[in-house]
Nanobody, 122 residues
Framework: QVQLVESGGGLVQAGGSLRLSCEAS????????MGWYRQAPGNQRELVAA???????NYADSVKGRFTISRDNAKNTVYLQMNSLKPEDTAVYYC????????????????WGQGTQVTVSS
């Protein structure tokens, strides 16, 4: 099986910064895309940022220019640097990976982390 573990969440004042990390481990054959999603109370889950294996990125309009996604392929880790945080960024942030396992190397599957809370106070 595959596990994704997020870390780096916490409480920060508006205008502050946080850096989230997510490490994938287990029976991984290869990882395609990795991304960050968030869900606030009463809201639907939304894509925050994604990064492909080749390094191309995609951001939600609400975070463009403030957040930066990156990955370390050697460590199977994806990061989300969050600057100029706003109260509306408050949510549980989830790491996602689209990958192939060693047992099913021809079928791409989606895996999720447990989530990490980010709270931004005004």
């Amino acid at each position: 099986q595959v596990q994704l573990v997020e870390s780096g969440g916490g409480l920060v004042q508006a205008g502050g910064s946080l850096r989230l990390s997510c490490e994938a481990s287990g029976r991984i054959f290869s990882i395609n895309a990795m991304g960050w999603y968030r869900q606030a109370p009463g809201n639907q889950r939304e894509l925050v940022a994604a990064i492909a294996s080749g390094g191309t990125t995609n951001y939600a309009d609400s975070v463009k220019g403030r957040f930066t996604i990156s990955r370390d392929n050697a460590k199977n880790t994806v990061y989300l640097q969050m600057n100029s945080l706003k109260p509306e960024d408050t949510a549980v942030y989830y790491c996602n990976a689209e990958l192939f396992t060693r047992s099913r190397p021809y079928d791409r599957e989606s895996y999720w982390g447990q989530g990490t809370q980010v709270t931004v106070s005004s």
